[in-house]
């Protein structure tokens, strides 16, 4: 998805980037991570073309991601008889909901905890997360809660923002705290691996330091920068871990290596490309 945006983005056709939509409805077919993706794409193509120029590109990927997975919602919608994005959620929403917040930071539960004696636990028997049923239930009480205490919601999405990348403190540092040597040696990790792990969880934040030498060049950086906002933003209003942001690492260190390079004073410097009219 991300070198096809890149490459429809540097030389921009209406069927470039009909095929980053058909990338993007591939990926939402394996996991529908970048369902609304589609959205923010637009936007930044908008945001890169101009409005009046851009509806043709934009129209173009849009409509090709939806093609990809129109099929597959037409045969969950026959199949189940019932119209949802791809895939159940599987309690996102509510593991980054205020009541989630309350269970683990105010009333000492663990993340297991939540799941052995919250989701499947006495009295959710019916509400499996994994179920189409059982997904509406969790939604439903997901909005409730935020509807309930919206700053403490707001409050747990910034804090998010940040865990996504470095690791959630209970899922990821064993209900702890983040960058906790001793925690992850107590789970059997040698000191070698210990170090190992944790400076492979604090590398995002060095690479998003390294986009302030990259600033002349941020325009060219639009579409890696969209896929890192976009799966922030959604994470930071259901649910982060660390690991759901791995696979994103492969663009950071791209945007590292981008940063090294132009302060390594080796390079031919040459005045930052502006992004070209596709008209």
């Known amino acids: 998805v991300a070198i096809s945006f890149v490459k429809a983005m540097e030389s921009p056709t209406p069927g470039r980037f009909a095929w980053t939509g058909v990338w993007i409805g591939l990926a939402n077919l394996v996991r529908p991570t970048l369902v609304g993706f589609p959205v923010l794409a637009a936007l930044t193509i908008a945001y890169a073309f101009g409005a009046r120029r851009a509806w043709r590109p934009a129209a173009a990927l849009v409509l090709a991601s939806t093609l990809v997975v129109t099929p597959w919602v037409i045969r969950n ?50 509400n499996d997360p994994g179920s189409i049923e059982g997904d509406r239930y969790w939604t439903r009480r997901a909005i409730r809660s ?27 540092w064993g209900d702890s705290y983040i960058f906790d040597y001793h925690a992850l040696r107590d789970w059997g990790f040698s000191r070698s691996k210990t170090v190992q792990h944790l400076l492979a969880r604090a590398f995002p934040l060095v690479a998003f330091a390294s986009l302030f030498w990259l600033r002349p060049y941020w325009r060219r950086l639009l579409p890696l920068l969209s896929i890192l906002a976009y799966c922030t933003l959604l994470h930071a209003i259901t649910h982060a871990e660390a690991r759901l942001s791995d696979p994103l690492h492969p663009l950071l260190f791209v945007i590292f290596a981008a940063a090294l390079w132009t302060r390594s004073g080796k390079h031919a410097v040459v005045p930052p490309a502006t992004i070209k009219d596709p008209w």
């Open 77 to 126: 919608h026959f199949k189940y008889e019932a119209i949802y994005p791809l895939a159940t959620s599987n309690a996102i929403l509510w593991q980054g909901s205020p009541e989630y917040f309350h269970l683990i930071r105010r009333e000492g539960y663990t993340y297991v905890d939540v799941w052995t004696k919250v989701i499947y636990g006495p009295g959710n028997e019916g």
């Open 146 to 172: 935020i509807a309930a205490e919206p700053l403490v919601y707001l409050r747990f999405c910034l804090e998010k923002a940040v865990t996504y990348w470095i690791g959630d403190p209970n899922a990821d």
